[in-house]
């Protein structure tokens, strides 16, 4: 596809690292930090708007319509809806290759599985998050189907502990 | 504000361009420009420039071409926008010419993908998207997390969520996004500067192409191209100095950004809930319409160059732009409206869904939309008289949009 692929007499090779960590940010420190540790005791936290109520989830600083700092903490509702998703084929591998790397082939996604990407958003809450969305036939995903999250067995305060979304209920369609 | 009119456009061939290098490229779109207004290149006395930042593999583009299209001793500014730059860059143009700080300015835009590994993918979204995966990264995205948001891409992947808000939204299927795309790909045949041609394409042949992830298919997506795109600005009095007889007049332009949609910058939280929204898009178009004195887009545009590198943006874009009402744009496709001969072409050149060098492309709209109303479109010149011509670009995170009327006679005439 690209110039990478193609073959050349001459190429170098850099060995080294890159520490992808070590990038400094400023907002989300306090926000987003706060956010994932609470993932130990499985609570989605976002952050109250005092000028026009609406809660971001994930939390942010500064409400982009009110500019105003959303100061205030709050814990919000492990179910959700669903406003809109995507279907996977079934994945092969060669399929997926981010940066040069096979995710299939390094084992990062199961070959054969079809992954459901949903946009959900959390009861109360005024933004929304794309999350998996698992337990469910691709046929049986709806807009508006209401889900709850889905937590690790074993949750350790990373952006991980959150696995996705499942439905809140049985769906039955006729 | 002066009176401003496009003397001249230009475009490169479009495609894969392995044979000529970004200055080349950049140069092929100018001289033709240059050529097509008839001038001298001494009387050009400014450049606007712009591309996508990042997707060439090359990080300053700029500084190499200067003297491939005579800009040394001229003063010349680089814009990037994202995806909407070719918009911003032909905006930047307009801007220096009505405010009467120059009277005949050049603005060209560009990409070129294949100097890029995997076109644009690796140099470009990279350079967009690292910042904020590293710090996901650290706050403890596992691979697993990081595989399936790759999974869906970047501008790909968004736009996907915003083909599902869509069609949720609207009602539409995926057939018709089959037919928008067929109909880009058969009227980009009968464009030579566009990518991807098909004559007679029809939409059970995009069906037939594999689905990459549910509801957006291969035969959807647009091609990463190659090319320059360029307009010459002048002002009335230039027109009339130089003796020009082709233009198209600028009517009216706006811009507008937007909140970042997709989880926000750096995994903050974002207002934006529904990304087919394009909050921007409406309120560029209605300020552009009340600067060009248009008060009924649907009865006094007669075509239109949108931004559509999906094909359901087409859709929805032209719902946004006030040519349909909301949810309403596939019904006007099934009945053939937006075709090139129908009552309201869209983008009859085949448009970005075609033919997509980025940078390029915002600017190609403007270019599209004056060679309609100077009647120099060749094969896919809409046949009916052209008065009035939209061109729109967008991009960004989905937030910026800029829209510009352009018509056979300026306004107030």
């Known amino acids: ?174 | 504000m002066r009176r401003v009119a496009i003397i001249g456009c230009g475009q490169s061939k479009h495609g894969r361009r392995t044979d000529v290098n970004q200055a080349e490229l950049v140069a092929e779109a100018v001289w033709a420009a240059i050529e097509d207004a008839n001038i001298g290149v001494e009387d050009i006395e400014a450049y606007a420039v712009g591309n996508m930042q990042g997707f060439g593999g090359i990080c300053q583009p700029d500084l190499v071409f200067a003297d491939y299209i005579a800009a040394g001793g001229k003063p010349m500014q680089r814009v990037a926008t994202g995806g909407t730059v070719g918009g911003s860059t032909a905006h930047l143009g307009y801007y220096e010419v009505a405010s009467g700080m120059y009277d005949v300015v050049l603005a060209v835009s560009w990409e070129k993908h294949s100097d890029s590994a995997e076109p644009g993918a690796t140099t470009g979204l990279l350079h967009v998207a690292f910042a904020n995966l590293s710090y996901m990264m650290k706050i403890g995205m596992d691979m697993r997390s990081f595989a399936i948001m790759g999974l869906a891409g970047a501008a790909a992947g968004i736009s996907a969520y915003q083909a599902a808000f869509y069609m949720a939204r609207s009602g539409c299927r995926i057939e018709h996004f089959d037919m928008v795309a067929a109909k880009a790909r058969r009227n980009a045949a009968k464009n030579r500067y566009a990518h991807l041609k098909w004559p007679g394409c029809t939409a059970e042949d995009i069906a037939k192409t594999e689905m990459l992830i549910w509801p957006l298919r291969f035969g959807h997506v647009c091609p990463a191209s190659d090319g320059a795109s360029c307009v010459i600005y002048a002002s009335e009095d230039a027109v009339r100095r130089l003796g020009i007889k082709e233009v198209a007049w600028v009517k009216g332009v706006a811009a507008y950004a937007d909140e970042e949609a997709d989880q926000g910058e750096s995994y903050q939280g974002t207002a934006v809930v529904d990304y087919s929204d394009q909050t921007g898009a409406i309120l560029s178009a209605r300020k552009a319409y009340r600067r060009a004195g248009i008060k009924d887009p649907r009865k006094e545009i007669d075509v239109a160059e949108i931004y559509a590198p999906f094909p359901h943006q087409e859709l929805m874009f032209s719902e946004r732009l006030g040519f349909f009402d909301d949810g309403t744009a596939w019904k006007a496709l099934e009945e053939g409206v937006t075709e090139i001969d129908g009552d309201f072409p869209i983008c009859p050149s085949g448009g970005v869904n075609a033919t997509n060098a980025i940078g390029s492309s915002g600017m190609q709209r403007v270019v599209e939309a004056a060679l309609q109303i100077m009647g120099k479109a060749e094969d896919h010149q809409v046949p009916k008289d052209v008065k009035n011509a939209v061109a729109h670009a967008w991009g960004g995170q989905v937030q910026f949009n800029t829209v510009m009327v352009l018509g056979d006679r300026p306004k107030g005439w």
Request: glycine share 8%.
């Open chain 1, 1 to 174: 596809m690209g110039l990478i692929k193609e073959k050349f007499d001459r190429t170098m090779e850099v060995e080294g690292e890159w520490s992808v960590g070590a990038y400094r940010w400023k907002a989300p420190k306090g926000y987003l930090d706060e956010y994932v540790r609470n993932f130990k005791d499985r609570k989605i936290t976002g952050t109250l708007c005092s000028s026009c109520g609406r809660v971001y989830v994930p939390p942010r600083e500064i409400c982009a319509r009110c500019f105003t700092e959303t100061a205030e903490k709050v814990e919000v509702s492990q179910y959700g809806e669903v406003l809109a998703f995507l279907v996977s084929p079934p994945l092969e591998k060669g399929k997926v290759v981010i940066a040069g790397i096979d995710a299939v082939q390094a084992g990062f996604l199961k070959e054969g599985e079809q992954i459901i990407l949903a946009i959900v958003r959390f009861e109360g809450t005024a933004s929304s998050l794309v999350l998996p969305l698992v337990n469910i036939e691709p046929e049986k995903v709806r807009v508006g189907m209401k889900v709850k999250a889905v937590w690790a067995e074993e949750c350790r305060g990373r952006l991980a502990d959150l696995i996705g979304v499942e439905p809140a209920f049985e769906v039955k369609y006729e």
